[in-house]
């Protein structure tokens, strides 16, 4: 049997990884070792964090409409409760983007939950 050296293969791996090591800084993109553990640490921090920006999103959104409803004279958790409470099925995000954007509509949202407590 012939003996197989896996010499493209390697190759192709430390291509590959030294593409993904492009944007580091010295020694991090030149050398392979380094390249290699700064790439496995920077996929280790995508996978976690593509998890993490759901919970980020979620509570920035909770923010701004707290702060709109406040602005109202309303908190957050009564807001909620009274748009649920008079049947409105508004997302987060959305009411985050009408406090934002839209403080007119985002008011007439906070008397409709008024009415319902």
Do not use: C, T
């Not at 049997?1 to 800084?25: D, E, F, Q, S, T």
């Amino acid at each position: 049997m012939p003996r197989v050296k896996g010499h493209v293969a390697h190759l192709k791996r430390k291509k590959k990884i030294m593409r993904a090591a492009k944007g580091a800084r010295g020694g991090r993109s030149k050398l392979y070792k380094s390249a290699k553990e700064n790439v496995e640490r920077g996929l280790r921090y995508a996978y976690r964090d593509r998890r993490r920006k759901k919970r980020d999103f979620r509570r920035l959104w909770i923010v701004r409409i707290n702060a709109g409803a406040r602005q109202h004279d309303l908190s957050y958790s009564r807001f909620m409760a009274g748009l649920k409470g008079a049947g409105v099925a508004i997302n987060r995000k959305l009411l985050a983007d009408l406090a934002v954007r839209d403080p007119i509509a985002f008011g007439a949202l906070v008397e409709v939950a008024k009415k319902s407590l």
